[in-house]
């Protein structure tokens, strides 16, 4: 079940999302509107921690976590 607010957006995320549909020839990912929906209550927070995680101080590269994502988004069916 999706949530209306969440699939719409705001007009911004509309415009948004209509120009990732135009470039890409895909909708939004879901992940993306989940992110813009209620930034300050969950997007902010988990955009920051991702950021941490895939750029902070790590013993791997950054090339090294940016395989392990897209392996893992694969495994998963995840279009991202």
Same mark, same amino acid.
């Given at each position: 079940?999706?949530?209306?607010?969440? %699939?719409?957006?705001?007009?911004?995320?509309?415009?948004?999302?209509?120009?990732?549909?135009?470039?890409?020839?895909?909708?939004?990912?879901?992940?993306?509107?989940?992110?813009?929906?209620?930034?300050?209550?969950?997007?902010?927070?988990?955009?920051?921690?991702?950021?941490?995680?895939?750029?902070?101080?790590?013993?791997?590269?950054?090339? %090294?976590?940016?395989?392990?994502?897209a392996?893992?988004?694969r495994?998963?069916?995840?279009?991202?």
């Open positions: 079940m999706r949530l209306k607010a969440v %699939e719409r957006g705001t007009v911004g995320d509309t415009m948004l999302y209509s120009f990732i549909r135009m470039v890409s020839g895909y909708r939004a990912p879901d992940v993306v509107r989940t992110l813009r929906y209620r930034p300050a209550f969950f997007g902010a927070a988990h955009s920051a921690h991702t950021q941490a995680a895939m750029r902070g101080v790590s013993a791997w590269s950054v090339g %090294e976590r940016e395989i392990f994502a392996f893992v988004s495994l998963n069916k995840c279009h991202f």
